[in-house]
């Protein structure tokens, strides 16, 4: 099921995993929610997010709009109710967003996420390395996109037109430098 308004060029410019990702001022959040369901989940809601200017970022946005379909689930159901969130995003978390995140996750012990990142957002500074440790901290799969997520991504969310997914130059090589920098994050207490 192809989601996304957004054309293949602008996939490409915002989703590529660039050490250096100068004029990458937007982030993009492609999910979906799935009901866990013994071996396989039920699809509930998939969609595409991009952050406000000078407005709320996509974490936030999700979280509105995860409030808004939990609390329209019958009350008894809720908490019976697993959902697997996947997450696509073009930049990790902020700092803050992260810390959000993690305070909704363990609010809510029935939602599970996994969330892909294209690239690390301020990966030295200290405060952004904690909150991508909270989100660990809070039962969150906290990853960098590899070959298999970003296909997965373009067959899901991108108006591809029926191209088929073409990785870039040095992705597979910037997936290894971003995963062993966000292992050494995440192990680092």
């Known amino acids: ?38 071996d396989t989940p039920m699809l509930l809601h998939i969609d595409v997010l991009q952050n406000e200017v000078a407005g709320s970022h996509v974490e936030i946005l999700f979280l509105s709009f995860m409030r808004r379909f939990l609390a329209s689930i019958d009350q008894s159901l809720q908490e019976a109710r697993e959902s697997q969130v996947t997450w696509y995003i073009s930049w990790s978390p902020c700092a803050d967003c992260a810390n959000t995140v993690a305070t909704f996750l363990r609010e809510r012990n029935n939602v599970h996420l996994r969330l892909f990142a294209s690239r690390l957002y301020y990966r030295d500074v200290p405060e952004y390395q904690q909150g ?34 073409e ?21 680092t207490r």
Not at 3 to 28: I, P, S
């Open 167 to 187: 990785p870039w130059e040095e992705m597979d090589e910037n997936v290894e430098i971003f995963s062993q920098k966000l292992q050494d994050i995440l192990e």
């Open 1 to 38: 099921m192809t989601m996304v308004a957004k054309d293949t060029w602008d996939f490409l410019f915002q989703y590529e995993n660039l050490q250096f990702a100068d004029g990458r001022n937007m982030t993009y959040l492609c999910y979906c929610v799935e009901e866990k369901n013994g």
């Open 132 to 165: 991508l440790r909270a989100l660990k901290e809070a039962g969150a799969q906290v990853e960098i996109m590899s070959s298999l997520e970003f296909s997965d991504c373009w067959d899901h969310f991108v108006d591809h037109q029926g191209e088929c997914f």
